[in-house]
């Protein structure tokens, strides 16, 4: 090998081997070892976090006198941090509030993007608690170079999605961050950024010399809301109120940070439940692609789309033929049809029927894929009713500064 | 020498040694090189500005009919970029806006603080031109490591100084960043952060990896007010307003990042006026020092301080006794009082025989310091009447964002 040939781009090859011999999560990627699937149990270990085990799905169950949620006894939530310390002030008879959030970068939303809403909004049922909304136009804006005007407009329209997950308008709090950065909200992006060096962002994120300087002042941002002081016509006086953010895992980073920071500010640090992902159709390697309109099916998909996708592109586990199919059975473990039934059947016993019988081979894929097209189209036809209805008035509403008086009823 | 004494203790004295044969001037440190004064001829070729020469000084006479300010005259502000694209533009009969601003780090000002104030109603007076001033108390939270609380009170006495300086309240909005940052001026700070690396910022303000990220968040704080579209209360509809900043050349730093910037968001790139630093009494080694109380003349020294400290401290030119004195004469190029007075006495006439009588050995120190105290210590009793009109409801007006109607006329 020639000095021409060699040398810097050779190492740098060398480095994204290295690079893909690992799984990679964090806010802006989500890759599995090459090949393989994410491994959920060493994400756990390397992000310090606790596994969300029966006993707390357990608690859920008694503390808020109704079933769990179908993404927790699925274990679709699956870690946490500090969830038992919620729990316990909620038995004491505190409060507590549930802070997620989006970051808007496409018009559409997939039916991934849907599951930590339809579980928030199961939360603040259960619990009777309010939630602020974070909708985080300026990170898209800057990690996707989208203008501040096309981040503002997206920001709204993913806004009608949230609302038509059916949150409670009288506990819950909307904000965009370009509509909202201000005030004490900007007081503590400045107490967090005063304890947080340079260094210790580039070990959390991963930052380079190369990045933008907006991405360096962004997680303040993200770890803000995390504070109740954050939102005075909200909070005012309520400086002590505990904070539950559900959200998927790889924005575990972001909260990291905000739980190192929170007692050198005089906060509590935020307590956290986190989802996998949710796969795209292709296979379980990975978070569903929004750049890849075939990865997902989208809220905005015909009946006739989702049927398609369904498939055309869902990963089967079912045998090549027919009579292989009737002799082997499926391998549950990698059919993505299967995973998004455990996603969204709610019926425990007709899934463990499918799986049994698809497993057994008395079932094909193409049966299972059926009963799948049929439970989407349904899920879809109902979000899109539901999004029809949402009006602009609506989203200024929910967007408003405002107190919301009963929040804890 | 052993390996233990050795080693990276060394290496750092060295680096600091090197650091001293140069003269370092950032918006934190401004120190000559090692018992040497400012060379500000070498500071406008280091920074890329341009020298503000009589013609310019002429121009601004021509175009204002009034005579230029003393500060003019005798090249307190020294340095500029691109102010003839302002006279340009203003001959044009097009009108511009000022921005200037104060980091508020204690509670009493000393006289080089009021340098770029009294500069600024000048300009303001003249040109009849809006005026933006900016606290940037979150600055001070972050690098004086000062409670946002603190902070902020400290940037609202800071504000009764300011505007004891004779703002006309018509054409002026104060604001601190904390009360302030949000809208689009947090828009604008996004549209900045993303145009610079923190490779970039490094070659800039020379940060570290052990520099806190408030620290890399704030350029973009202090970039913002140069555009218009910052406040939209006074400059809605007028995105092409050009900027003119009035500024202690350490502060140029923020603002050739800002102006690199600019064209690449769709602004004019703001332009500047840089003054040379008012000198510490004991000599012309860097700027005067908030955290030495005896290095300065405060606008809350009573006239005893004032006389005790000019007579003990400010650094004399003078021989060591009369006769020598009477002998040699004085060496102006060294000595404070005629420094002060180059700032502060506007008779040309009284300031030329002064220098002339006293560098020829027939004045004494002792008068010159006694023609000083004088002067400063009506400056302070004027400036002091002026603050104690300053009422809490005037800085609310100041502050209150809010249309300024006829700021052109």
Redesign the interface.
């Given at each position: 090998m020639s000095a021409k040939d060699g040398g810097v781009e050779e190492e740098q090859q060398q480095e994204q081997e290295q690079v893909q011999e690992e799984q990679v999560v964090n806010p802006w990627e989500v890759s599995a070892k090459q090949g393989g699937k994410i491994d959920y149990d060493k994400l756990i270990d390397q992000f310090g976090c606790q596994r969300l085990d029966k006993s707390i799905v357990d608690r859920v169950h008694r503390l808020t006198s109704r079933p769990p949620h179908i993404f927790l006894r699925r274990g679709v939530f699956f870690a946490h941090r500090d969830l038992n310390e919620i729990l316990d002030a909620y038995e004491r008879g505190e409060k507590f509030y549930l802070y997620t959030g989006r970051g808007a970068s496409s018009e559409a939303l997939h039916v991934g993007h849907l599951v930590p809403f339809m579980f928030t909004k199961y939360l603040q049922d259960a619990f009777k608690v309010p939630l602020v909304i974070q909708l985080t136009d300026?990170e898209k804006?800057?990690w996707k170079?989208l203008s501040?005007e096309e981040s503002k407009r997206l920001a709204r329209e993913n806004a009608k999605d949230i609302i038509a997950c059916g949150f409670d308008i009288s506990k819950t709090f909307i904000f965009s961050?370009?509509?909202?950065?201000?005030?004490t909200f900007?007081?503590n992006?400045?107490?967090i950024?005063?304890?947080?060096?340079?260094?210790k962002?580039?070990g959390i994120f991963g930052?380079?010399?190369?990045?933008?300087?907006?991405k360096?002042?962004f997680?303040?941002v993200q770890a803000a809301p995390s504070f109740p002081s954050s939102f005075p016509h909200l909070f005012s006086g309520k400086h002590n109120l505990r904070c539950l953010i559900p959200c998927a895992i790889d924005q575990d980073p972001y909260f990291r940070m905000t739980r190192d920071v929170a007692p050198r500010i005089g906060f509590h640090k935020p307590a956290l439940i986190e989802s996998s992902f949710f796969p795209a159709l292709q296979g379980e390697t990975g978070k569903m692609s929004a750049s890849d309109p075939n990865s997902a099916i989208y809220v905005t998909d015909s009946s006739k789309d989702i049927k398609n996708k369904i498939n055309k592109y869902a990963f089967s586990g079912g045998q090549d033929s027919i009579e292989n199919q009737r002799k082997y059975g499926a391998n549950l473990e990698v059919d993505i049809p299967i995973k998004y039934l455990g996603f969204f059947l709610e019926d425990d016993a007709e899934l463990d029927y499918i799986r049994k019988e698809y497993g057994a081979g008395r079932m094909l894929t193409g049966e299972v894929k059926m009963r799948l097209i049929e439970l989407l189209t349904e899920l879809v036809e109902r979000h899109r009713r539901a999004r029809a209805a949402v009006t602009d008035e609506m989203v200024d509403a929910f967007m408003a500064v405002r107190p919301l008086p009963n929040m804890f009823a």
């Open positions: 300026d804006c800057m170079n501040v961050d370009f509509n909202y950065v201000g005030g900007y007081e992006m400045v107490r950024n005063k304890c947080v060096t340079y260094n962002a580039v930052f380079t010399g190369e990045d933008h300087i907006g360096i002042s997680p303040a």
